[in-house]
């Protein structure tokens, strides 16, 4: 399927003559014209792939947790029990994956596992208070990284950053089924 219908219902404008399109920012306080390419966008996709990768490995390597670890504590800071197949339909991966992941996370003592006493199929995860204190060091230095990052850009940038970030989702075309509320943490 071609991207333009997506792009042109999104930044509700006309295509350019070379193909690009003028997507109008709502923090700008002047209306400007950004021209987005095909080369352009796909450009702009591999950088932030490679920042968040680099980002990633950097975090990764400080906290000895790979990213699906650190992404599984998070999520159960925020809805914790879960069952392993809630948590593998969030990973979007199989559950016997999820077992693995579980049980090193256990191994390391930052998650624990009960059987549903109604149901002994469920085995439900919860985070430990081991594990919730490495989230919140994981997440104090994330922040501590991204407030110093937005010292650098103008109040008006830096909230076009975060409007981004915000709606990455719906800009890539993607669905959470997590409620939002959920994640209130």
Request: charged share 30%; proline share 4%; aromatic share 8%.
């Amino acid at each position: 399927m071609d991207a333009r219908p997506k792009i042109i219902a999104y930044c509700n404008k006309k295509w350019l003559p070379n193909g690009g399109i003028p997507c109008h920012y709502p923090y700008m306080k002047k209306k400007a014209a950004i021209e987005l390419s095909h080369s352009r966008i796909e450009d702009l996709l591999f950088h932030a792939l490679r920042s968040i990768y680099l980002f990633e490995r950097a975090e990764i390597e400080q906290f000895d947790l790979n990213y699906q670890q650190m992404y599984l504590l998070k999520v159960l800071r925020r809805m914790s029990p879960l069952r392993v197949s809630d948590i593998a339909e969030e990973l979007r991966i199989p559950v016997f994956s999820t077992t693995r992941l579980v049980n090193q996370l256990e191994s390391k003592t930052l998650v624990m596992k009960n059987r549903d006493a109604r149901d002994r199929r469920n085995i439900f995860v919860q985070i430990t208070a081991e594990g919730r204190e490495l989230v919140k060091n994981i997440e104090a230095h994330i922040i501590e990284l991204i407030f110093n990052g937005l010292k650098a850009y103008s109040e008006e940038d830096a909230g076009l950053i975060i409007t981004v970030v915000e709606n990455l989702d719906r800009i890539l075309g993607l669905r959470p089924e997590l409620k939002e509320a959920a994640y209130s943490g």
